[in-house]
């Protein structure tokens, strides 16, 4: 009885620990995160290389004749390139918005693209249909459980994932969507479909981190799909590895419109 | 016990973790006597740190990496080239019925006398559960078949109870659905990806497989390679690898002790250790940027720009302390609440003598009273220089489990508030040199799911030849499948979020 008390006085004392965002302003990156890459490739230097040769999972291509690409989507953001470009064409934003709807939009380089194209809500239809609540199933498709962890810790006590309605349920059967980690492992495939198949239509697909997005450190490896959308239709990516939950919470809010 | 014959050498190379030697100077056995000589040592004492294959042509010869906890020392030896069978070590060591099982997919060399010989990982295309599950038969035993797919945010994994009732007979766990493909895309390398894969063989152990990867190429390389003398990093990255290891200790055991709270529906340390957990993973943050330190360490130290400062130790220890004392009073909760302690005593015990006999590794083992930690047993780094007390807690039940993880994180958070008040004065990372040719570093690193083993063997021109991993998990599901023995099968949830093992640091 005594330690009941205890408990509901500190309670008591600690108040609501739910973090004001996105009413309020979004709590910051850690320092040293850096948040979201921009590239001007207008600023880089004649034939250079620098970029390409230290990324450890070829998210950067500098073809021929032609201005350096980044595709955020494979980015595990090691800072590698930031730090051997010599002329400064590749930056970190410190923003910790980087979900976008597209896989193109995750493409950075060309004029007029230096910088993410952010993630819009889904269609009035669909919206319509969901009301003020979103469920969903995860499927950890090969993910390492740094996506899955930075998942779940969207449902405790300081993000609170459940005000917004969105919650992750047991079947698949009761969701209306999958959020994906993971490069989606030869073995993993067929229970992937098999979860994608026994969700209701008309479902939504979350590619989480760069393993589900491109195959992150596993690209091109024989045991891995290089992502989800090999294997099922994805509305939106969230890039990192893993994304920072901040990042993650954007990408969700602004799937269903309560960010902008 | 039996005796090599007398042309080969008496006793396995000694070497000590984080060393490394020649491939010639590992002795070799042919394949019978070696299985024998390799029984003799785990007769006296010695645990299986890892058991391979090493591919020669269409032939195969088998490795043993050996600890020898109370002398400090690994030893390693080989067979000679062989093919197609060998006599099985597991009917006498029980400990190396999955490693014989890897041998098997991997190479195709059959260990006769093998009692449940099936795949570890590879699906054969019809998925990595199918095939043969141990049945109990009778009137009212039934089965009942979990995953993939779990109800929760978390890896997938087959799990095939046999029950009478609510009472579990046996529980088989097959795992395999995460494999990438780790193992083998490192063969011919180090390539620019193995740094970033290594990070994520176990994507919330990323500081303690780093350590492992960047140690064992550090002693690789360096003045006198392959003779025991290999380079090093530099003191200031080895204590920073040792703080950061702890920092993943201590927000996985928070984690875990507020899984096991949410579990039992005991919220109120549920919600403070969920929160607490976050708090550890943003130290590391503060260190590198990213909550499960990817990046921080690199081959030949960590990277450069991540000073840690005395302004940054001085926030970090602040922030330290809220997290310490917040775990006190969520941890004080638990043990004085007697509901919870009932639901955790005598839930999912592993007795000492079984917990040996299946070499568990980590809190697992500790929780059965066994001291048995590599920072104490095989220190490396900075361990060297500074020691963390051994936490064990007798009874192997849930409550013990639950209770190592409490005495570890008051161990490393003394060990932080220790070393941020003195980091050594030198430089973050020193250039790596080429690696010695023919030659094979063991590294191990006290993860805090227990012990991480790395080993590479070069080929002639000092690139990767073979790269094994063995992730603490590996040891470990045995152990939760034999907890499970004779509990209601609504203790299963339970008595797996004590062990919280990795799925994909088994499938690598």
Known sequence: MAELIRILQHRVRRGCETMAYPDGPAPPLPERHGGVLRLDAAKCAEGCDACVTVCPTEAIARPEGRP?????????FCSACVGACPTGAITKSGDHRMAARARGDLLLGGPGEEEVRLAGELGATLRALLGRSLRLRQVSAGGCNGCEADTNVLGTIGWDLSRFGIQFVASPRHADGLLITGPVTRNMRAALEGAYTAVPDPKIVIAVGACAIAGGPFVGLPQVSDGAESVVPV?????????????????LLRLVGRVK | MSTPRSDSPRRFATIVNGASLRWSDVPEWPVAAFVDA????????????????????????????????????LSIGRS???????????????????????????????????????????????????????????????????????????????????????????????????????EESMAGGPGRAALVRVETIAGDSTIAHATAYASALESLSGPE?????????PMRAQWLRAVALELERLANHAGDLGALAGDIAFLPSSAAFGKIRGDFLNLTAMICGNRFGRGLVRPGGCRPDLELDTSLAAALLGRLRVAMAESAEAAAWLWSDSSVRERLEGTGAISREMA?????????????????????DHPAGWHRFAQTPVSVWPGGDVLARARVRWLEIQRSGAFLEEQLASPPEDELIAPLGPLAPYSIAVSLVEGWRGEVCHAALTDGAGLIRRYKIVDPSFHNWTGLALAMRGQAISDF????????????????
């Open chain 2, 493 to 508: 949830p339970l008595c797996n979020k004590s062990f919280n093992l990795s799925y994909c640091g088994v499938d690598l």
């Open chain 2, 80 to 182: 000679e080239p062989t093919s197609r069978a060998y006599p099985a070590l597991t009917p006498r060591h029980a400990q190396a019925h999955l490693f014989e099982r890897e041998v098997w997919e991997q190479h195709g060399l059959v260990p006769e006398g093998h009692p449940w010989l099936k795949p570890v990982r590879l699906d054969h295309g019809r998925g990595p559960a199918v095939g043969d599950f141990f049945r109990v038969e009778g009137h009212e035993v039934h089965e009942v078949a979990v995953g993939p797919v779990h109800a929760g945010i978390i890896e997938p994994g087959h799990f095939r109870f046999q029950c009478a009732g609510e009472e579990v007979l046996h529980l088989e766990i097959a795992l395999g659905y995460q494999h990438r493909g780790v």
């Open chain 1, 68 to 76: 350096a690409a980044l595709d955020l989507g494979r980015c595990v």
């Open chain 2, 356 to 376: 040996e006999e299946i070499g568990m590794v980590g809190p697992a083992v500790r929780a059965c009273g066994i001291v048995r930690d590599v920072r104490f």
């Open chain 2, 38 to 73: 390799t029984a003799a040592e785990l007769d006296r004492g010695a645990r299986l740190c890892a058991w391979f294959g090493v591919s020669e042509g269409a032939a195969t010869r088998l490795v043993a990496v050996l600890a020898a906890d109370a002398e400090n020392t």
């Open chain 2, 225 to 233: 390679p392959g003779a025991g003398e290999g380079a090093e990093a």
């Open chain 1, 235 to 251: 509305d939106l990516f969230i890039p990192g590895c893993p994304p920072h939950p901040l990042t993650i919470l954007d990408g």
